[in-house]
């Protein structure tokens, strides 16, 4: 078959390795990674030769419901892993051309950057202005104007076969969990591995270039909508007296961002606008940990508990442990309170004592304060801060 298009092998190989090791489950055809890595060499081949020859043609996007943690659903559409493949050769294509074009002030989805730093820089900038401006976008992915993110693809490349292939990406149907095929004329799937690059390319020009101007007009005439229940000013300032406004608290990506109470290094008290874990955050991890059902699971020792929830606990404390942390305490500290009904059904001697359980679980902490990410957290000792209230 004649090479319409040089793509090399070896991009094709790099964009399977970080498929890989992304994960991720399977699309509309069933096939999982291990699947795909049965016949490794020739389905690789196979993605390489459509790219190159033109013939590649994507399936149908596979329709995943799930909640958002305000309430209510959010679709994410799942491509499949031949098709998340061929996306991320095009995204090590274009990322590079793209990423030194895009503002500082934006963080997500590009590389290294992240959301924490996102929310340090949100910190500082309350402490310097007192005001923001907190706005959100109604269904973004799912309202990205294809000819408008066409014309700014082309400001950018002239690339072929990249222009090619992500037309066809946004127009490949969604199919859901009944089999009914969703013909889509805007918006790019929400779980497509290309999909970030190309909604921070939007909102370059949707906002980014256009921020001087203040004018929310602009996402209108972009055919996009504020969502009028998110978006609002905000009071950052603290220790004003003759303010008197309203709102005066935010979330932003996890955290509650409110005036606080704070210490400094010499002991004195002061208030400030800081973020905390944000209280819909603090009860999803709740509603986790109350879902591994810890204290039914005595068949297990506590290695295997540590084994078992080690790393999503890691996740959280690395997470949320960033800014405030104390306001992490009460979740865990009922975590622990978790650990000792267990240890109190695993155990005989400690049946119907609960308080040399706690006992028996400071012990443990101070043995392996690592055990468990969240003990080092709270500063553990042997029976202090496992009894404590929250």
Not at 331 to 336: E, K, M
Request: charged fraction near 25%; include cysteine.
């Amino acid at each position: 078959m004649a090479r319409s298009f040089d793509i090399s092998k070896q991009l094709v190989w790099q964009a399977y390795k970080q498929v890989k090791a992304n994960k991720g489950s399977a699309g509309i055809d069933g096939q999982t990674i291990e699947d795909f890595e049965q016949n490794l060499k020739g389905n690789l081949y196979k993605i390489w030769n459509r790219m190159s020859s033109g013939s590649y043609f994507p399936l149908a996007v596979k329709a995943v419901r799930i909640p958002k943690r305000a309430g209510g659903t959010r679709t994410l559409g799942i491509p499949s892993i031949s098709d998340r493949i061929a996306q991320t050769v095009v995204k090590l294509k274009l990322e590079p051309v793209l990423e030194p074009c895009f503002h500082p002030d934006s963080y997500g989805y590009r590389p290294g950057k992240s959301a924490i730093q996102a929310v340090a820089v949100t910190r500082e900038r309350c402490w310097k202005h007192g005001w923001v401006f907190e706005f959100d976008i109604k269904g973004a992915f799912d309202n990205i104007d294809h000819t408008l993110l066409t014309l700014a693809l082309k400001k950018h490349t002239d690339c072929e076969w990249v222009l090619l292939y992500i037309d066809r990406w946004l127009k490949a149907p969604m199919q859901h969990s009944d089999g009914v095929l969703e013909e889509r004329t805007r918006g790019t799937p929400q779980g497509g591995v290309v999909s970030p690059l190309l909604m921070n390319l939007f909102m370059h020009y949707v906002f980014d270039k256009w921020m001087a101007a203040h004018e929310e007009r602009r996402f209108r005439e972009c055919h996009l909508e504020l969502h009028p229940e998110k978006s609002k000013i905000v009071c950052c300032k603290a220790n004003v007296p003759w303010i008197d406004y309203p709102v005066t608290k935010f979330d932003f990506l996890g955290y509650e961002f409110r005036l606080r109470m704070a210490v400094n290094r010499k002991g004195q008290k002061f208030v400030r606008f800081m973020p905390a874990i944000s209280p819909s955050s603090a009860k999803a991890i709740r509603r986790e940990i109350r879902s591994w059902k810890i204290q039914n699971r005595s068949d297990k020792s506590i290695d295997d508990l540590s084994r078992m929830f080690g790393a999503k606990l890691r996740g959280w404390v690395n997470y949320f442990g960033h800014f405030y942390k104390s306001a992490l305490y009460p979740t865990f500290y009922n975590l622990n309170r978790k650990l000792v009904k267990w240890a109190t059904r695993k155990f005989k001697k400690l049946r119907r004592r609960p308080r040399r359980a706690h006992y028996w679980l400071g012990s443990v902490a101070k043995r392996q304060p690592g055990l468990f990410p969240h003990w080092k957290l709270l500063g553990l000792r042997p029976a202090i801060g496992i009894t404590g209230a929250g």
